[in-house]
């Protein structure tokens, strides 16, 4: 275990940068640079702590479609507390060769008993990264970089 001793001043600039951090961290994050046909995975992270993960909607293989619960960072890595996983069970495969796609099935949201802890890797806010995304700013969790659609992620 390793003590690093700083000043309040310190402490107060540190917890000023962090918590400015979180306020720009919350919104909708999109895996692609701009919105095609449909969303492709996405991080809802909303101010009061909670998240909610989607998986790409365009895939019709999955059957797991996404999790939730809460979300916090320590520098460099970004920590989930999911607690709820949405999944389809059931449904029935097509007999297309090419683009199988799973057909019906129910959603089911299941509540864990203890949340299971995820953490990812967390880069810093880009502005400007890429010059044919129409959004501005981006960030690379988990090694993927996320564009952020929106800053209101209630809106979706």
Known sequence: KRTV?????????????????????????????????????????????????????????????????RWDFVPDKLIFYIDKIEILVGGYWDDDPVSSSLHGGTELLITLDAPSIFEQSLGQMRENAYEYSPYETSITIGGVTYWKFNDEPVDY
């Not at 940068?17 to 809802?44: N, Q």
């Open 5 to 69: 001793k700083i000043n309040e001043e310190q402490y107060w600039q540190y917890y000023e940068s962090v918590s400015l951090y979180k306020e720009e961290f919350v919104g909708l994050w999109h895996s692609f640079y701009m919105l095609p046909a449909g969303w492709c995975d996405r991080y809802l992270i909303y101010p009061d702590g909670k998240f909610t993960f989607y998986y790409n909607q365009m895939d019709e293989r999955k059957r797991l479609y996404g999790f939730s619960g």
